[in-house]
């Protein structure tokens, strides 16, 4: 199989109307990866060496997605939406052989609202393909087949499939359904799909008559069974939750099997990507988006967020953490309750435990950042950074005002606005002189049982008018 050549066509130009949203359907996503990113994922990873995608009109935004997932991608349009046949022939140029090279020995066939397919299924199906059989199909047995076209099986040959509308009464008890998704041996595809007619009422081509046309020029259709949730399709937002919940699920058990421990399994959100070390433990309800690198010995505690994260060995993170994108931690770096980090690097050991936001900045390691403290990043008109030596120690409730640099071993007093830079080794104090007014607390709760107020003269003398 390795040494056969593969052409993976997409179908994205649908509209997907009850979606009821301004996004294409194909940019929609499913473990935080769009529907399409992940449809040429299994292409790829099926052997897919070509890739080709078919878009409506005005879908620029989903072909520019494309592009920048699969750089040699071919986009097509179908400037007329009259079915799956003639979408896939808008991509005709791929299909046909190329100058002076032959056509791709197997022709997939995808659709971009068919997203949990999986490769393993397709290496399957176009290993159907071969000797004389020029089609295979993708089935599955629905729990409930209402509404899907069937397979017409003989004995392991595919016949025909049966739109659901056109079926026998003795048709319609076949459990066996078409899952839409079909693999064209390249020697013939061309010609089956060039054949088919506009033969329904709508006038539009289905793709699903190519096994009608194989078996007429002498050739087999075969049909390889998967389960529902491979070919499970998404028209709705209501299946796009089911879809969701089919991949979580999926993801939670690829990641016990590869060692991690998850206390509750079922309150975790994993994205497509999220990568794990060995020895990871994730406490319940953390939610990981696109990007999030995990490394060995980590601890996620409960109701924490990473996105677009890098944590280092034997990091500890939260409860109640949020990791944005751009975050980089190093070995055994500390990020403690209701902590933000932004486009920050935390390097070795520096601990950050208690209700602080550190953006656009760099902490060295072993530094210390106290509760409370805000890099205050931004001026309103661009970002600025934060330079935080080794060693540092922070105090509590203290702004750092970038740009600004505190340098190795500093200590910032707690309380402090911090403006300019802070040399190694040196304290920097940036807040007012206190001022002690003695007995005044207690005036004040004696003025409180009489029912005056903090403006009484007694409390607070107002200071002499001057003369002009």
């Not at 020895?279 to 060995?296: A, L």
């Not at 060295?364 to 106290?370: L, Q």
């Amino acid at each position: 199989m390795s040494r056969r050549t593969c052409l993976a066509i997409v179908l994205a130009a649908g509209e997907g109307t009850r979606m009821r949203s301004a996004t294409p359907k194909a940019l929609h996503a499913v473990g935080g990866r769009t529907l399409i990113e992940h449809v040429l994922a299994s292409a790829a990873q099926a052997g897919g060496l070509e890739l080709a995608v078919v878009v409506g009109p005005g879908h620029d935004v989903v072909a520019a997605v494309a592009k920048r997932i699969a750089p040699n991608v071919q986009i097509f349009e179908q400037s007329e939406r009259c079915g799956t046949a003639h979408a896939v022939l808008a991509a005709k140029k791929a299909i046909a052989p190329k100058s002076g090279n032959s056509a791709a020995d197997d022709i997939l066939v995808m659709f971009v609202d068919t997203p949990l397919v999986q490769a393993k299924t397709l290496g399957a199906l176009r290993a159907a393909l071969g000797g004389d059989a020029a089609v295979a199909v993708l089935g599955f047995r629905p729990a409930d087949p209402s509404g899907y076209g069937r397979l017409l099986m003989r004995g392991d040959e595919l016949i025909a499939i049966r739109e659901d509308r056109d079926l026998s009464a003795q048709e319609r008890q076949i459990g066996y359904c078409n899952g839409g998704l079909m693999a064209l041996s390249g020697k013939h595809a061309l010609t089956i799909l060039e054949r088919i007619g506009n033969a329904n009422a709508k006038g539009e081509y289905y793709l699903s008559d190519a096994v009608a046309i194989a078996r007429d020029m002498g050739l087999k259709a075969l049909a390889i069974e998967t389960s529902e949730d491979d070919v499970r399709g998404i028209n709705s937002k209501a299946q796009l939750a089911q879809a969701e919940a089919v991949l979580q699920t999926r993801l939670r058990t690829a990641t016990l099997d590869a060692g991690v421990t998850m206390i509750a399994p079922e309150t975790v959100f994993l994205s497509a990507d999220t990568t794990f070390g060995k020895d990871v433990t994730i406490e319940p309800n953390v939610v990981f988006g696109p990007g999030v690198t995990v490394e060995d010995g980590a601890l996620i505690r409960a109701f924490s967020h990473l996105e677009g994260a890098h944590v280092g060995k034997g990091a500890r993170i939260g409860p109640f953490a949020r990791l944005r994108p751009g975050t980089d931690l190093g070995k055994d770096v500390h990020i403690g309750n209701f902590v933000e980090v932004k486009q920050a690097t935390i390097e070795a050991g520096a601990k950050a435990n208690h209700l602080s936001y550190i953006g656009d900045a760099r902490v060295g390691p072993g530094a210390n950042i106290g509760a409370g403290t805000i890099t205050c990043n931004y001026d309103g008109v661009a970002k600025h950074h934060t330079d935080i030596g080794a060693g540092a120690f922070i105090g509590s409730n203290s702004a750092l005002v970038a740009p600004v640099k505190i340098g190795d071993g500093a200590y910032v007093g707690s309380g402090s606005v911090v403006t300019k830079n802070v040399p190694a080794d040196a304290l920097a104090l940036g807040r007012a002189k206190q001022t002690n007014k003695e007995g005044w607390a207690k005036r004040l709760r004696q003025l409180k049982g009489m029912g005056k107020t903090l403006r009484t003269k007694k409390l607070v003398k107002k200071k002499p008018k001057k003369r002009r």
